[in-house]
């Protein structure tokens, strides 16, 4: 646990830094604003890959949903209380850049606005860290690991999202990889994060012999509650990718009928 928030503490801000350093020498053209927001990008797609190939590895791993064990279920679990920490400060930070590249206003300023603006994302870290990781760590009582690999697997669409942000901070929206990469998003989004709680659900019933729609009745209704509140959030940032989309796939039509 120790080595692994070690590691962790150290790993993700000297990625950051290293991307950092990185793009300044690459593009020296670019401002502060731009290479902060890439590198908090870059790292995030990198956590992203390391909890999804921690997430196949874990449920390949599991024949039992409910009672086999994998030690990646609980080591990568303390590895995302420093990412957490860092993203939260990377965020920041790219506030903080992107408002002293517009004017120079107060720090207790910019703080306000980047709460105000990112309540939903800072609530997300404030959940898994408060919630998420003592259930994960100690509540649960050594079951589920299957389960703990699934919620991993949800990662698998955030380089698409962050590849979207990068070439929105480069203004390469009217590009056909920005199309393309949209469209990945939104199929990977719909799969690790909708998706999802159906295909868990699906594997508790197919072990115990009971159809899918049978499922809710016959687990723990708390169970159910916390997929609730798991969900919810998914469905509506999903609903965001699919309004950003139609507006993206309707501008050139509309140019076209015009």
Known sequence: ???????????????????????????PEWTDTDRVTISTRLVSSVQA???????????????????????????????????????????????WYRTQDQNH???????????????????????????????????????????????????????????GRVLIQLRQQHTLLYKVNGILTLTTFFACRILLFPFMYWSYGRQQGLHLLRVPFNIPFYCNVANAFLIAPQIYWFS???KKAARLFDTPRAKKDG
């Open 1 to 27: 646990m120790l080595l692994t928030l070690a590691w962790g503490s150290l790993f993700f801000p000297g990625l950051f830094a290293l991307c950092t350093w990185g793009l300044r020498r690459a593009r």
């Open 105 to 163: 206003r107060h720090s207790l300023t910019i703080f306000r606005n980047f709460l105000r603006k990112n309540r939903l994302m800072i609530t997300h870290h404030a959940v898994i860290l408060f919630v998420l990781v003592p259930v994960a760590q100690r509540l649960r009582e050594d079951l589920g690991d299957f389960f703990v690999g699934c919620i991993f697997m949800a990662e698998l669409s955030t380089p698409f999202v962050s590849l």
């Open 240 to 242: 965001l990718l699919c």
């Open 49 to 95: 890959v390391l909890a999804t190939g921690s997430g196949i590895v874990i449920i390949r791993s599991c024949k039992d949903v409910i009672t086999d064990r994998h030690w990646l279920a609980r080591e990568y679990v303390w590895l995302l209380i420093p990412y957490m920490i860092y993203d939260s400060y990377a965020m920041y930070l790219c506030e």
